[in-house]
């Protein structure tokens, strides 16, 4: 059974270029979060997507933007990279109904902004 | 608001016991995660307490006071593979879907 499957795995762009981020979600569930974790930092919450709607919104930009599809599986768009936007961006995913608990993240992409 | 405070490392012995440490002040709550993480790696669940005590399951136990605003996660007997980032992380629940992490304590486990 494969879990969270995140592409690509890394990725090296240029500042002010834009930059897609792919996540499919574990077999079973339905809802998408997305996080990113800078060097030495914990994850910090961008946005949680279901039925193809995002519902929650932590404190980054519009530059940041998403989408779910039918098939659960989403996208992370960056536009106008920063340097500072250079990260390690985590997808997770979990069935609705249960209270997060059972949240399973992916391996991530680095994103690495020059 | 949130805050979520761990020590950024630590260093134990092989067969040891280690206890991390987490204080949280969050604007609301209902239980609090730990997830390990490997360099490069996805962070695996370990645990989620609701509830006030002490849960144990196989070498890592985890214990939540809410009044104290307090959790540890305690590592037993150990291993070299127990090296790694231990995230702590609380949960608003009440209609917030977002969990709120610390910046994680790097364990480095030596022979």
């Known amino acids: 059974d494969a879990g969270v499957t995140q592409s690509p795995t890394h990725l090296i762009k240029t500042r002010g270029q834009q930059v897609t981020l792919r996540c499919s979600p574990k077999s079973g569930h339905d809802t998408v979060s997305w996080y990113q974790q800078a060097l030495g930092q914990g994850p910090q919450f961008i946005f949680q997507y279901y039925e193809e709607e995002e519902r929650q919104r932590g404190n980054f930009p519009d530059r940041f933007s998403g989408h779910q599809f039918p098939n659960y599986s989403s996208e992370l768009n960056v536009n106008a990279l920063l340097l500072g936007d250079s990260a390690l961006y985590l997808c997770?995913?979990?069935?609705?109904?249960?209270?997060?608990?059972?949240?399973?993240f992916g391996s991530g992409t680095r994103l690495t902004v020059v | 608001g949130q805050n979520i405070d761990q020590p950024t490392e630590m260093t134990a012995t092989e067969g040891a016991i280690v206890q991390i440490n987490c204080t949280y002040q969050?604007?609301?709550?209902?239980?609090l995660f730990w997830y390990q993480q490997h360099a490069g790696e996805a962070p695996t669940f370990l645990s989620y307490n609701v509830l006030d005590g002490l849960e144990e399951k196989g070498r890592f136990s985890s214990f939540l006071s809410r009044s104290k605003g307090y959790s540890y996660l305690l590592l037993k007997e150990l291993q070299m593979k127990d090296s790694a980032s231990y995230l702590c992380a609380a949960y608003s629940g009440a209609g917030s879907y977002q969990l709120t992490f610390g910046k994680g304590t790097k364990l480095s486990v030596i022979p």
């Open positions: 997770a995913s979990s069935f609705e109904g249960t209270d997060n608990y059972g949240y399973t």
């Open positions: 969050t604007s609301g709550f209902n239980g």
